[in-house]
C-alpha cells in the first residue's frame, strides 16, 4: 500500500475538512441521502458543475483558507514538523518522484482527482439540495395553477351542458389565464435540466419534464374551449332579432379561432409523452390526441358549411327557392303526393316573402303552355303531365329539375332551386314549438298529434268563394315559421337534430341550381340521388296511382337473398310483402292501394322469374298524338317486357329496373317475388395471404319519405366457400327499419 502514502495528506486534509463541516452542523443527513441520490444523475451533476464552475472555485478557497486560519500555534508547529519530514522521505526517493514527473498526465491527474473529489463531498449535494427544493416549490405552483385550471374547466363544462355558454367562456377563459401562469413559471427551468428529466428512470420527475408541453396543451384546449362556447353562445342564444345571416357570422368568427387553437393543439400533443403521464390519464389522452384531427376537419367542415349556408340564404345575391309538400300517405318516387308548394324569398339572411297558392300545385293547371305526354303508369288517372305528378324518378335531382320546367312553363318565375318536406318534418318540430292556434282562419287548433288528419281534411275540401282549402299549408307554414323565431334558447338544439334526421331520412331533400351548393350537399348526402357501388344494390320504389292516401296504412317487408353458386355466380331472390292495415272505407286510407313498384338493381341482372304482380283491369285513357314526348322516358318508352308476366325491363340511373302493378285491398296482403341473376360473380380481394378471399357486398336505398317498411338480407354460400367476416356482426338475416340507406358486407373465403 505503499503507492498510496503520497496522498495520505490529501487524504487527511479531506477528512478534515469534512468532520469541520459536520461538526459545525452545516448539512443535515437531508444533505447526506442528497448526496447519494446524486450518485445515480452524473449527467445533472456535470451540468451543474460547470454552470457554476467560478463560483465553486471561490467557495473552495475561501473554506480552505478559514480552515488554515483556524488552527492554533500548536497545531501549526506540529503540522510544520511532519512537513520536513515529509520532504526528507521526497529527498530519499528523487528517483521514484522523477520518474512520476515525468508522466505529464500523473502529474495533472492527483489535483484534478482531488478536486473533483472535494466537489462531489462539498459543492454538488448543496447544488442538488436547492434544485430539488426548487423543483418542490415549483411543483406546489403548478399544482395550484392546475387545481384551479380544472375547478375552472369543470364549471364551464357544467355551464355549457345548461347551454349558459357565456359563463362557460367565461370560465374557460380563466382556465386558460390560469394555464398561462403555470407556463411562466416552468419558463425559468434549464431547457438543458428538462431535456434530462425525460431520460431518468423516475416518472414524477418524466411527468415534470413533459410539464411546459402539458401546460401549453392546456392553455390551447381551454382558449379552444371558450372560443366554441362563443361560438355556441352566437348560434343558439344572443340572436336579439339578428337575421340568419348576422347569426351565423357570429358563429364564424370564433369557430375560425377555435380552429386555429385546435391546429396549434395537435402537434403540442404529439410532443407529449403519454408513458409519462398517470396511468389512470393515459387512455383519456390517446383519446384525445386521435381525436383531435376528426374535431379539426370535422369543425372546418363546417365552418365551411356555414359559408355556404350563408350563400344558400341569400347573404350576397337574393336567392328564390321552390318549396313543395309532398304528402307521403299517398306515395310518390321522392316522398309522396305534390299537392301544395310555396314560393320562398331570401335576402341577405331573412325571408323576405313566403307565398303559397291557395290551390296548391293545381293552381299551375291553367297558366301550363307546353302540352306533354304523361308517364305511361301514370295514363291511369291522367294521360297529360302535370307539376304534380313530376317527381315521377327516385333520384331527386332528375324530378327536380322536371318540377323547376313545369312550373317555369305554367307561367311561374325562375327559381334556384327546388326543396322538399314530407309530413314528417313538420309533425317533428309541432312537438318542439307545440299547438298552433289557427282558429281565426281556419277554425283549428293544429298540434303534432291531429296535424296530418286535420290539414289533410281541410285540404281536400273544395274550394268556396272566401277561402282555397289548400291556403291552409300557407297560413300553418307562416304560423309555424314565426313559432320557430320565438323559440327558448335550449330548444334550437332540438330543432337542430330535426333537421338534421330529416335530411339523414330523406324527409328533407335539395336541389340547388348553384353548383357548388348543390356539390356539398351531395358530400352530405342529402341530394336524395341514386348512389353508385361495385356490389349488390337494392332499392324499391312504390308510386300510389289512384290509391287514395292508403299508403299510411301500408306496412312493407322486404326480403333479400342472394344465393352463390359453386362457381361464384349469385343469383338473388327479392320478396316484398305488402299489409294493408286500414279497415275498408276508413277515411283517406281504407281504399285499395294502386301501387306501380319499381324494383332498382345492378346494371346487367337478369330477370329469372317473377310473381305477385296485380294490374288494374279498368280501361286506361290514351294520350293526344299532338303532345310532346319527353325525352326523359325515352328508356321506359322502348322498355323490355318479360312475356309470362308483363314486367318491365329497362335501364335508368346506371341501375336495371323491373317494373310493374301491385293492388292491395284494406284488411289483405300482397306478395311479390323476384328472381334474378347478378351480372357478376364473387369478386376476389387483393389479399395478399395464401387462402383465396372474395367479398361481397350490398347497398339497400330506401325510397324517400317512407317509413313503415323493414328490410332484411341474408347470404347463402355452397359448401366450398365459408364466411370469415361479416357486417353487421350479428345475425344478417334480421330485420332493420328502413328509415336509412342500409349496407351488408361479406369477407369470403374457400375452404
Known amino acids: 500500500m505503499k503507492i498510496f502514502q503520497p496522498y495520505r495528506f490529501h487524504y487527511r486534509l479531506l477528512l478534515s475538512l469534512l468532520r469541520f463541516l459536520i461538526a459545525l452542523g452545516r448539512f443535515e443527513w437531508r444533505l447526506l441521502r442528497s448526496f447519494l441520490l446524486i450518485l445515480a444523475w452524473p449527467f445533472l451533476t456535470l451540468y451543474r458543475l460547470v454552470f457554476n464552475f467560478k463560483t465553486l472555485i471561490a467557495a473552495l478557497s475561501y473554506d480552505l483558507g478559514s480552515f488554515v486560519q483556524k488552527l492554533g500555534a500548536r497545531r501549526k508547529d506540529k503540522l510544520l514538523t511532519k512537513l520536513a519530514h515529509k520532504v526528507e522521505v521526497r529527498r530519499a526517493r528523487q528517483n521514484y518522484w522523477q520518474t512520476l514527473a515525468a508522466s505529464p498526465r500523473q502529474t495533472l491527474l492527483k489535483p484534478a482527482f482531488t478536486f473533483a473529489v472535494l466537489v462531489l463531498l462539498i459543492v454538488i449535494p448543496i447544488k442538488f439540495y436547492d434544485t430539488l427544493r426548487f423543483f418542490k416549490q415549483l411543483e406546489l405552483r403548478i399544482t395550484n395553477f392546475a387545481e384551479a385550471a380544472v375547478g375552472q374547466i369543470n364549471q364551464g363544462k357544467k355551464a355549457a351542458l345548461a347551454t349558459d355558454f357565456s ?120 383519446a384525445l390526441e386521435a381525436k383531435s384531427e376528426l374535431m379539426s376537419s370535422s369543425l372546418r367542415e363546417l365552418l365551411h358549411l356555414t359559408e355556404q349556408l350563408q350563400i344558400f340564404l341569400g347573404r350576397d345575391i337574393d336567392k328564390r327557392y321552390l318549396l313543395v309538400f309532398q304528402n307521403n300517405t299517398e306515395a310518390r318516387a321522392t316522398g309522396g303526393f305534390m299537392g301544395s308548394f310555396a314560393i320562398v324569398d331570401f335576402k341577405q339572411g331573412q325571408i323576405k316573402k313566403l307565398q303559397s297558392p291557395g290551390g296548391g300545385t293545381y293552381d299551375t293547371e291553367g297558366g301550363l303552355r307546353r302540352l306533354v305526354t304523361a308517364p305511361e303508369p301514370m295514363w291511369l288517372v291522367n294521360p297529360l303531365w302535370h307539376m304534380w305528378d313530376a317527381n315521377w324518378w327516385p333520384d331527386w335531382r332528375t324530378s327536380a329539375q322536371k318540377v323547376m320546367w313545369f312550373y317555369e312553363k305554367s307561367d311561374g318565375s325562375t327559381v334556384d332551386g327546388v326543396i322538399s318536406l314530407t309530413p314528417n318534418v313538420v309533425i317533428n318540430l309541432l312537438k318542439i314549438t307545440g299547438p298552433l292556434d289557427m282558429t281565426a282562419e281556419h277554425g283549428v287548433i293544429i298540434t303534432a298529434d291531429n296535424f296530418l288528419d286535420t290539414v289533410q281534411a281541410i285540404a281536400e275540401q273544395k274550394p268556396d268563394v272566401t277561402r282555397e282549402p289548400k291556403q291552409i299549408i300557407g297560413d300553418m307554414l307562416s304560423a309555424l315559421m314565426e313559432r320557430l323565431g320565438s323559440l327558448e334558447h335550449q330548444d334550437y338544439l332540438e330543432i337542430v337534430k330535426i333537421l338534421e334526421s330529416s335530411l339523414n331520412q330523406k324527409d328533407i331533400l335539395l336541389y340547388l341550381t348553384d353548383e357548388q351548393l348543390q356539390s356539398k350537399i351531395s358530400d352530405l348526402g342529402w341530394d336524395g340521388r341514386l348512389k353508385e357501388t361495385s356490389g349488390d344494390y337494392l332499392s324499391v320504389i312504390n308510386t300510389n296511382i289512384a290509391g287514395g292516401k292508403s299508403d299510411k296504412k301500408i306496412v312493407q317487408t322486404i326480403t333479400h337473398e342472394a344465393n352463390v353458386s359453386a362457381d361464384g355466380s349469385i343469383f338473388n331472390t327479392v320478396t316484398i310483402l305488402r299489409d294493408h292495415q286500414a279497415i275498408k272505407r276508413e277515411a283517406f286510407s281504407g281504399v285499395r292501394n294502386v301501387n306501380w313498384i319499381r324494383v332498382y338493381v345492378p346494371l346487367g341482372s337478369r330477370l329469372i322469374s317473377s310473381s305477385g304482380w296485380l294490374a288494374p283491369d279498368v280501361a286506361i285513357e290514351q294520350p293526344d298524338p299532338a303532345w310532346d314526348l319527353d325525352s326523359d322516358l325515352a328508356n321506359e318508352a322502348s322498355a323490355d317486357r318479360d312475356p309470362l308476366t308483363n314486367t ?84 344478417t338475416a334480421s330485420f332493420y327499419q328502413q328509415d336509412i340507406d342500409r349496407s351488408w358486407a361479406y369477407l369470403i373465403s374457400s375452404k
Do not use: C
Open 648 to 731: 318491365l325491363i329497362y335501364r335508368e340511373q346506371n341501375k336495371t329496373v323491373f317494373a310493374n302493378w301491385s293492388m292491395v285491398d284494406p284488411g289483405q296482403m300482397a306478395v311479390i317475388k323476384l328472381v334474378y341473376k347478378l351480372p357478376f360473380k364473387l369478386i376476389p380481394t387483393d389479399s395478399q395471404e395464401q387462402e383465396s378471399l372474395y367479398k361481397y357486398t350490398l347497398l339497400v336505398q330506401k325510397q324517400a319519405g317512407a317509413h313503415n317498411s323493414e328490410i332484411s338480407s341474408n347470404l347463402l354460400l355452397p359448401a366450398k366457400f365459408k364466411a370469415a367476416w361479416q357486417y353487421p356482426e350479428q345475425n
Open 167 to 286: 359563463s362557460a367562456s367565461h370560465n374557460f377563459s380563466k382556465a386558460s389565464e390560469d394555464f398561462v401562469s403555470a407556463g411562466q413559471a416552468l419558463s425559468g427551468v434549464d431547457g438543458l435540466l428538462m431535456q434530462l428529466l425525460k431520460i431518468v428512470p423516475n416518472n414524477k420527475l418524466k411527468l415534470a419534464a413533459n410539464g411546459p408541453k402539458l401546460v401549453l396543451a392546456g392553455q390551447l384546449g381551454s382558449a379552444l374551449a371558450s372560443d366554441l362556447s362563443e361560438a355556441a353562445s352566437a348560434l343558439l342564444t344572443d340572436h336579439d332579432h339578428k337575421n340568419i345571416s348576422q347569426v351565423l357570422t357570429a358563429f364564424s368568427v370564433p369557430g375560425e379561432r377555435a380552429l386555429t387553437k385546435l391546429e396549434q393543439l395537435q402537434p403540442v400533443l404529439a410532443e407529449i409523452d403519454s408513458e409519462a403521464l398517470p396511468s389512470e390519464y393515459q387512455a383519456a389522452f390517446l
